[in-house]
């Protein structure tokens, strides 16, 4: 068995459909620009709706047009606003493949550093057992919520961003970068569950967020431990933490805005081991992306655009 | 004369306490005797940790090109037990006068041994998930819980306690892995095709296992087969 692998080689049963990781970089990469977010986003129109062909995301293309990308992802999850349900459920399948890659990810571990201390591999292992665990919870909250797998495109840019092929910098895309964007994620699901009277989804999650900050521990530790005495070590591997973080700030929608669709998850972050400097230095990152007004704009002109083009097949279909 | 408490130095100042319990707790009928002295345990241990620090890696190693789910979250599972498993033997090697660095020393038994488990660990592909899970399931895993199982039997329960008090632990949940690992194997393999994979592959690491000598390099090489 070869060590290291691909998120292409990620292996997954019929249920599955895999969307395109191009679109998480371009979110990543978006200014605080309407032209420019309009520029960059619908060029990918017809990758976005070939993408979402078949399954429940169809219909939030049919109504928004590319823009569904920045709308969904971008909008705190509420309740009371239109088509709340299948957002939140939008939201749920992408955390449970997000476990899926990150079991993924700390079984790779395993593996493919063969050489690292065994109190490494004990924490990867538990981590393995723990995350099998998350993909069962999300899967059964999933099914709790009238959803089921495979309902959206599973996109694997969290494997393919966190993964590298570097032991420090393994443990600080997943543990530190994936599994702290999970804290950030899990405590707004906590808000939202509260707000819905779920207990089910409440209590479960909030598990689950208990087993992350642990993991967000493991990384904090790791880094440590695999770059002490190697400041330029150090150094690179916080590079590629940020780089990490910047992707998985989806173009604003987690930040520290109070409009911001996803929170920073402060307290967790500190108790997991992260330090002031680092949690101001990811609100940063996310500040330097489109600010909510901008996207709400950027989306309206892309779903003009996306209007005009279903009149004009429209009216070739008619001819 | 007073009752003495405590002994003393001549044969006439022992104390009046009888040799044996007054409450008639059953004496320990176990004799000491066993086929393993600590040299011989410590090796064995050596092996047991290699054995399981290799299976933990590669179940990891398989997990992303596993497609069935539940076979990856259960995994999840098996990883984590075969991970405390090594962590234990290794705790124990320091106890078998095996130096305190030696937690995270495992040893082949032999080269022959280190070539299975490289066997063991060379399916790779999404499409054999059944020769992935047939080798651990079928062949190895029982192949450990019958030499520790053995081990336990034939070690100086006495002397050699705390090595049966972590194997008694092992074979438990290696037992209950084996029974979740062959309820997949036997759904998966839904069709003669697929029930032929899981034979072929488990006849020809069963082989590849007897040859070696199994986990100890022991195991007697005339037997016909394992299990």
Redesign the interface.
């Known amino acids: ?2 060590r290291f ?1 691909e998120h292409e ?5 019929s249920r599955f459909i895999r969307g395109n990781n191009a679109q998480a970089t371009v979110l990543a990469s978006l200014p605080d620009d309407v032209d420019a977010v309009v520029k960059a986003i619908d060029p990918m129109a017809q990758l976005i709706e070939e993408g979402v062909r078949g399954t429940a995301a169809e219909p939030l293309f049919e109504a928004y047009g590319p823009a569904f990308i920045i709308t969904v992802l971008n909008e705190p999850l509420d309740p009371e606003a239109p088509a709340a349900g299948i957002r939140l459920l939008f939201r749920m399948h992408g955390i449970f493949v997000g476990e ?1 890659q990150a ?2 990810g ?7 550093f ?1 050489d690292a ?2 109190e490494f ?2 924490n ?3 981590q ?6 998350h ?2 919870i999300f ?1 059964k909250l999933l099914i709790h919520l009238g959803g089921e ?1 495979g309902m959206f495109p599973e996109n694997t840019f969290l494997f393919e961003c966190a993964c590298s092929d570097d032991p420090a910098m393994r443990v600080a895309g997943v543990n530190r970068g994936l599994e702290g964007l999970a804290c950030d994620v899990f405590r707004d699901m906590i808000r939202y569950a509260q707000k819905t009277g779920d207990t089910v989804m409440e209590q479960a999650v909030d598990y689950v967020l208990a087993d992350e900050i642990t993991h967000v521990r493991f990384g904090s530790e790791w880094v440590k431990e695999f770059t002490k005495d190697n400041p330029d070590y150090l150094e690179r591997t916080q590079n590629f933490r940020r780089e990490v973080d910047k992707q998985f700030n989806f173009g604003g929608a987690r930040s520290d805005r109070p409009d911001s669709a996803i929170q920073i998850a402060i307290e967790d972050r500190l108790e997991a081991g992260f330090d002031m400097d680092e949690i101001n230095e990811i609100s940063s990152l996310s500040s330097a992306g489109p600010k909510k007004e901008t996207l709400r704009q950027a989306a309206a002109i892309l779903k003009e655009l996306h209007d005009a083009r279903k009149s004009n097949q429209n009216k070739e279909v008619t001819q | 004369m007073t009752e003495r408490m405590y002994p003393g130095i001549g044969p006439d100042e022992r104390t009046t306490f009888a040799a044996y319990s007054a409450f008639d707790i059953p004496e320990d009928l176990r004799e000491l005797h066993g086929r393993y002295d600590v040299v011989a345990t410590a090796k064995r241990v050596r092996n047991f940790r290699y054995a399981e620090e290799w299976m933990m890696m590669m179940m990891g190693g398989w997990i992303a090109t596993i497609p069935e789910v539940p076979v990856k979250t259960g995994l999840g599972k098996v990883i984590w037990e075969t991970a405390v498993a090594a962590d234990e033997f290794g705790k124990r090697l320091p106890e078998l006068r095996c130096g305190r660095r030696a937690v995270d020393s495992g040893e082949p038994s032999n080269n022959a041994f280190a070539d299975f488990i490289q066997s063991l660990a060379g399916p790779e592909t999404p499409n054999l998930t059944v020769e992935k899970l047939a080798g651990l399931f079928d062949v190895f895993i029982p192949h450990l819980i019958e030499i520790y199982e053995l081990h336990m039997r034939e070690t100086d329960q006495i002397c050699d306690a705390p090595t049966i008090e972590i194997l008694e632990d092992i074979v438990r949940k290696k037992r209950r892995h084996v029974a979740w690992g062959q309820e997949v194997l036997d759904r998966l393999c839904e069709t003669d095709g697929l029930r032929e994979r899981r034979r072929t592959r488990a006849d020809t690491l069963r082989e590849e296992l007897l040859k070696s000598g199994g986990v100890t390099g022991t195991l007697d090489t005339r037997r016909e087969s394992l299990n």
Not at chain 1, 106 to 112: H, M, V
Request: charged share 35%.
């Open positions: 068995m070869k692998i080689e990620l292996a997954r049963d899926l079991l993924e700390a079984a790779r571990s395993l593996w493919d063969p201390p065994w591999k004990m990867m292992a538990r393995c057992w723990d995350e099998g665990r993909v069962q899967e797998v």
